[in-house]
């Protein structure tokens, strides 16, 4: 999908219609028209899961196929033939889509998963996210997360979208923004004057540089002007910081079965978003709690684990260097 949290359907039209249209039934029950398919043909939407579509004959209206969008796979077929003519595909077909079957997934007492692979907390002064082990006699099933009020009861279930550890490549610049960010009005003026000043007598210009540094710098290939280069050694050396160290964000996404709420959770904060009205459409998380990994679920642990692309960068870091100072020499 081209859109995190999205999913893409595929209709292949067989028979009986010569061409149908795909209808996104609204949640006030209207039917929005998104795309026709003539039959021996497919079509592929992408849509959000929880979200229902309706195929109908192009001619006569009747409907084919009634579909409501799991939250897994990411890629979804669906063929129309003779034999499945008014079929409802609906979320009680997939464990990860139906809330009951969530919480079915978390309410049996015989875990079979492997306790060193089934912790998992991330905790605040108003919520607190555990991991469930998985169950046993029950396959391809969700990773699924329990939240707990500040008084330690349950209150919701949550389907594990995805686990991810980024690494923060300008994590130098946090302080910076923050310093920028915290400027009064004041300030604020001050710095735009200076830089107006800057730019009118072209105070950065490179011909105020010495010319020795100058052609240093074009032999290393960083151009003729020194400030450049020094903001390229800057945000190099920053970002081969944070590949050696490593300096990372890990983040869970969660998505709420019957709400359709999306949840992120990281280290230091936590986000929510409310769920789309219609595809297409993308809103904006809130910073709802300030919280950490008090222990790190299996899936972070192994994404913090591939350092692979770390040494690849510092090595490619290395190799640009070393080439360009053996033509300097």
Same mark, same amino acid.
Not at 68 to 96: F, K, L, N
């Given at each position: 999908?081209?859109?995190?949290?999205?999913?893409?359907?595929?209709?292949?039209?067989?028979?009986?219609?010569?061409?149908?249209?795909?209808?996104?039934?609204?949640?006030?029950?209207?039917?929005?028209?998104?795309?026709?398919?003539?039959?021996?043909?497919?079509?592929?939407?992408?849509?959000?899961?929880?979200?229902?579509?309706?195929?109908?004959?192009?001619?006569?209206?009747?409907?084919?196929?009634?579909?409501?969008?799991?939250?897994?796979?990411?890629?979804?077929?669906?063929?129309?033939?003779?034999?499945?003519?008014?079929?409802?595909?609906?979320?009680?077909?997939?464990?990860?889509?139906?809330?009951?079957?969530?919480?079915?997934?978390?309410?049996?007492?015989?875990?079979?998963?492997?306790?060193?692979?089934?912790?998992?907390?991330?905790?605040?002064?108003?919520?607190?996210?555990?991991?469930?082990?998985?169950?046993?006699?029950?396959?391809?099933?969700?990773?699924?997360?329990?939240?707990?009020?500040?008084?330690?009861?349950?209150?919701?279930?949550?389907?594990?979208?995805?686990?991810?550890?980024?690494?923060?490549?300008?994590?130098?610049?946090?302080?910076?923004?923050?310093?920028?960010?915290?400027?009064?009005?004041?300030?604020?003026?001050?710095?735009?004057?200076?830089?107006?000043?800057?730019?009118?007598?072209?105070?950065?210009?490179?011909?105020?540089?010495?010319?020795?540094?100058?052609?240093?710098?074009?032999?290393?290939?960083?151009?003729?002007?020194?400030? *450049? @280069?020094?903001?390229? +050694?800057? !945000? =190099?050396?920053?970002?081969? $910081?944070? %590949?050696?160290?490593?300096?990372?964000?890990?983040?869970?996404?969660?998505?709420?079965?019957?709400?359709?709420?999306?949840?992120?959770?990281?280290?230091?904060?936590?986000?929510?978003?409310?769920?789309?009205?219609?595809?297409?459409?993308?809103?904006?998380?809130?910073? *709802? @709690?300030?919280?950490? +990994?008090? !222990? =790190?679920?299996?899936?972070? $642990?192994? %994404?913090?684990?591939?350092?692979?692309?770390?040494?690849?960068?510092?090595?490619?870091?290395?190799?640009?260097?070393?080439?360009?100072?053996?033509?300097?020499?």
């Amino acid at each position: 999908p081209l859109h995190e949290g999205m999913i893409t359907l595929t209709v292949h039209l067989g028979s009986p219609a010569e061409e149908a249209t795909l209808f996104w039934l609204a949640p006030d029950g209207g039917e929005a028209r998104y795309a026709d398919v003539k039959r021996g043909s497919c079509v592929r939407q992408e849509t959000f899961a929880g979200h229902t579509w309706v195929v109908r004959d192009k001619t006569t209206g009747a409907e084919l196929l009634r579909l409501t969008a799991a939250a897994a796979p990411a890629e979804q077929g669906h063929r129309i033939d003779a034999s499945t003519v008014g079929t409802v595909v609906g979320a009680e077909r997939s464990a990860t889509v139906e809330p009951a079957a969530a919480e079915a997934a978390v309410l049996d007492s015989e875990p079979d998963e492997d306790p060193a692979l089934a912790g998992g907390v991330w905790a605040s002064d108003a919520f607190r996210f555990e991991r469930v082990a998985r169950v046993r006699g029950r396959r391809m099933q969700p990773t699924v997360w329990r939240e707990l009020n500040d008084e330690g009861q349950d209150v919701a279930r949550h389907v594990q979208v995805s686990a991810t550890c980024d690494t923060r490549w300008l994590w130098w610049l946090d302080a910076l923004f923050a310093r920028v960010a915290s400027l009064n009005s004041s300030n604020e003026a001050y710095l735009m004057y200076a830089m107006s000043v800057a730019g009118a007598w072209q105070l950065d210009a490179a011909y105020f540089w010495p010319a020795w540094l100058r052609h240093r710098c074009s032999q290393l290939g960083l151009g003729s002007h020194p400030l *450049v @280069a020094l903001l390229l +050694f800057v !945000a =190099l050396g920053g970002a081969c $910081v944070a %590949a050696a160290k490593p300096i990372t964000e890990s983040s869970l996404l969660l998505l709420n079965p019957r709400t359709r709420e999306d949840i992120r959770l990281r280290e230091g904060r936590g986000f929510s978003r409310p769920p789309p009205q219609r595809p297409g459409e993308v809103t904006p998380w809130h910073e *709802v @709690a300030s919280g950490r +990994f008090t !222990a =790190l679920p299996h899936d972070l $642990v192994v %994404a913090r684990a591939q350092r692979w692309h770390h040494a690849l960068f510092l090595a490619g870091v290395a190799i640009f260097f070393a080439s360009r100072l053996q033509s300097a020499l």
